[in-house]
């Protein structure tokens, strides 16, 4: 089970940071990722890291403005998000997904388990 954390609303420029707690397994078995899906629109890759944390891959419209993160000790995940613009709003999803994997990161089809979503509003 992941369960995320930290939603809200915001004003342009503001910052929020997400957790995503997993419970029932661990979390250095799996690479982790963020998704968000707008109102009408289609769950979008957010970033994506490995099982070791070594390595990761972020969607062109929030680099630089987010950061990903983990702590195996608390089986947790978090995101930074900074700079919000009002095109961030969305839902956001933390998923995990196991190696060996023939879908890409930044694929929906490629993670196992997904948190049920955590509302971020970015307005003025």
């Known amino acids: 089970q992941l369960v995320e954390s930290g939603g809200g609303l915001v004003h342009p420029g503001g910052s929020l940071k997400l957790s995503c707690v997993l419970s029932?397994?661990?979390?250095?078995?799996?690479?982790m990722g963020w998704f968000r899906q707008a109102p009408g629109k289609e769950r979008e890759f957010v970033v994506a890291m490995s099982w070791s944390g070594g390595r990761t891959h972020y969607v062109d419209s929030v680099k630089g403005r987010f950061t990903i993160s983990r702590d195996n000790a608390k089986n947790t995940v978090y995101l930074q998000m900074d700079s919000l613009k009002p095109e961030d709003t969305a839902v956001y999803y933390c998923?995990?997904?196991?190696?060996?994997?023939?879908?890409?990161?930044?694929?929906?089809?490629?993670?196992?388990?997904w948190g049920q979503g955590t509302q971020v509003t970015v307005s003025s």
């Open positions: 998923a995990a997904r196991s190696a060996p994997n023939v879908y890409s990161d930044y694929e929906v089809e490629g993670y196992d388990y």
């Open positions: 029932g397994f661990t979390l250095d078995h799996y690479a």
